[in-house]
Nanobody, 122 residues
Framework: QVQVVESGGGLVQAGGSLRLSCAVS????????IGWFRQAPGKEREFVAR????????YYADSVKGRFTISRDNAKNTAYLQMNSLKPEDTAVYYC???????????????WGQGTQVTVSS
């Protein structure tokens, strides 16, 4: 099993920055991707960014490209989401998830954190 715990959310003014942390534990050797997702009130959950746990590949949603940066520190079993130039529309509950699927043709984020609230005021 893999445990995922997000932290670092809070209230920030528009234009400000925030860094979210995603601590993973358990069978971390089985992780292929760490992904960040978010869900705003009344909206469906959406993909934000992902990073290969044992590689350098990253991928971002167009809405955050150039403003958010995903990174990882495997020695600390932690992934990060650095969020700069925050906008009110970034307000959401942010979730971290781990993809441990060995079948890469059907990858699945099978372990999820509890979420951390990010609120951006105008």
């Amino acid at each position: 099993q893999v445990q995922v715990v997000e932290s670092g959310g809070g209230l920030v003014q528009a234009g400000g920055s925030l860094r979210l942390s995603c601590a993973v534990s358990g069978r971390t050797f089985s992780i292929y991707y760490i992904g960040w997702f978010r869900q705003a009130p009344g909206k469906e959950r959406e993909f934000v960014a992902r990073i290969n746990w044992n590689g350098s590949g990253t991928y971002y949603a167009d809405s955050v490209k150039g403003r958010f940066t995903i990174s990882r520190d495997n020695a600390k079993n932690t992934a990060y989401l650095q969020m700069n130039s925050l906008k009110p529309e970034d307000t959401a509950v942010y979730y971290c998830a781990a993809d441990t699927s060995r079948d890469r043709s059907i990858g699945t984020y099978d372990y999820w954190g509890q979420g951390t609230q990010v609120t951006v005021s105008s």
